[in-house]
């Protein structure tokens, strides 16, 4: 049988037309065709179950997604994981690859700058291990997250796809500031920008260096030593300069943003999605649904933070902020849901430990969500929010082949996504069932 009729003769879950020479490329490729099959398939662009799939893969795009059984060409390589579900590669939209939580506070000033991008690779790894394919990463020095993307894309290291924002921009003084030092100590701080005209200037240097999302600090932090963690760090006037340069150069906006009035002028000046968002307010979700603005809300790392803090080194000043906030964020949470927020996985990576990113997803669960609603919000609608609809996020035809796979069904067990064990990449597996 040709391979325009065989794959025509399919029936498709997700309906496409091929042409001729689409499929003589995907017969002809000099890469393997793969098909996989498994018990289910979570379909989480309609949010139901497909029993029994079988996705055809080629040159690391899904080709075909079919009923297990139908034909397949003869020389294609098959995965078969019974008793399995599959779903599209996850995506974390909060992550920091270059940090690690056990040098808390003062600790990481024990080591070399470069110690951190080998800090990096191996969280990368850590993260694709765990079924995260891609990731945001929303702020590293020296540009390191970017280096490590490209080792990835160069097939150097093992990692999940990155999209970099290289070092965050916040004011003087701020969040994105280092502020445990005393006058005397001078540290480098390209992200450092007051006032709109210098703030512009600062967005187009991290585009220069590679950044592919821009994220800044709209209010105070939890780890930063000397700030408020609800208080505003940028007018809106400031906000509205960023925001309006990004979007020109064609990037979208991360906020870094707790306090509430933060929030809401970031929302005004139209970023892209809120992170942390914990003290948000009715008028916070009403002008988010307004203007479509996405919420990305770190509600598992408390736990972390707050059992373990302590012993890696984490200032006392972010403790005590941290047990301020971390129920309020909680709670935040579990009001934007029910007001119709639109949401997204973001966990803070980094702050807790990298590989560990599928424990939110019970938290979500725990604050509201159902368990097929979480997993949207790392695939589905993580692609989206991203701009990325068109090739992660799901699994449809002419997606990449990013698919991740768990024993048994997370639509009645979610804690299973902390267990991942299949996991490929663009159609290269990664991980395997021992």
């Known amino acids: 049988m040709s391979a325009m009729r065989l794959l025509m003769s399919c029936l498709l879950v997700n309906t496409v037309m091929f042409t001729g020479a689409d499929l003589a490329m995907a017969a002809n490729s000099e890469e393997q065709i793969i098909v996989v099959t498994a018990d289910k398939m979570l379909d989480v662009v309609k949010g139901t179950v497909i029993n029994h799939p079988q996705i055809t893969i080629s040159r690391g795009r899904i080709i075909a997604v079919t009923q297990a059984g139908a ?12 008793g399995m579900t599959l779903l599209p590669g996850l995506i974390d939209m909060h992550v920091h690859l270059t940090s690690d939580p056990r040098y808390g506070g003062y600790r990481g000033l024990e080591f070399t700058d470069n110690f951190w991008t080998v800090v990096g690779v191996a969280n990368a790894r850590k993260t694709l291990d765990a079924g995260f394919t891609t990731v945001r990463n929303v702020g590293s020095s020296h540009y390191d997250d970017v280096a490590i993307k490209q080792a990835i894309d160069e097939r150097q290291i093992p990692g999940p796809r990155i999209i970099p924002a290289t070092y965050a921009i916040g004011a003087t003084g701020g969040h994105c500031d280092s502020t445990e030092f005393p006058p005397s100590v001078t540290v480098p701080s390209p992200g450092v920008a007051n006032g709109p005209d210098e703030i512009r200037a600062t967005v187009r240097k991290l585009r220069k260096y590679g950044a592919e999302v821009i994220k800044f600090c709209a209010t105070g932090g939890v ?3 000397t700030d408020s963690v609800s208080g505003q760090q940028y007018s809106l006037l400031e906000m509205k300069a960023l925001v309006d340069e990004s979007h020109m ?29 914990s003290l948000a ?16 809300m770190d509600i598992y790392n408390d736990d972390y933070i707050l059992a373990e803090g302590e012993k890696n080194g984490t200032f006392a000043e972010s403790l005590e902020k941290e047990r301020m906030i971390g129920l309020k964020q909680r709670q935040s949470f579990r009001n934007a849901l029910k007001a119709g927020v639109k949401m997204v996985f973001g966990t803070d990576g980094g702050i807790y430990p990298h590989g560990d990113n599928a424990k939110q997803f019970k938290t979500m669960v725990d604050w509201g969500m159902t368990p097929m609603q ?4 790392a695939t589905v609608n993580a692609a989206e929010a ?34 991942i064990v299949f996991v490929m990449k663009n159609g290269d597996v990664v991980k395997q069932p021992s």
């Open 71 to 82: 034909d397949i060409p003869a020389e294609a390589k098959k995965i078969d994981l019974p």
């Open 223 to 225: 780890f930063s030593k």
């Open 249 to 277: 150069l064609g990037l979208k906006v991360a906020v870094h943003a707790h306090g509430a009035s933060g929030i809401k002028d970031a929302i005004r000046a139209g970023a892209d999605t809120i992170e942390h968002a």
């Open 281 to 296: 307010d009715d008028e916070a979700y009403t002008l988010a649904k307004q203007h479509g603005t996405w919420f990305s």
């Open 374 to 377: 979480a997993i949207q919000a």
């Open 386 to 419: 991203l701009g990325r609809s068109a090739d992660v996020g799901g699994i449809e035809v002419g997606r990449y082949a990013d698919i991740v796979a768990v024993k048994g069904d997370p639509l009645t067990n979610v804690t299973l996504l902390q267990s």
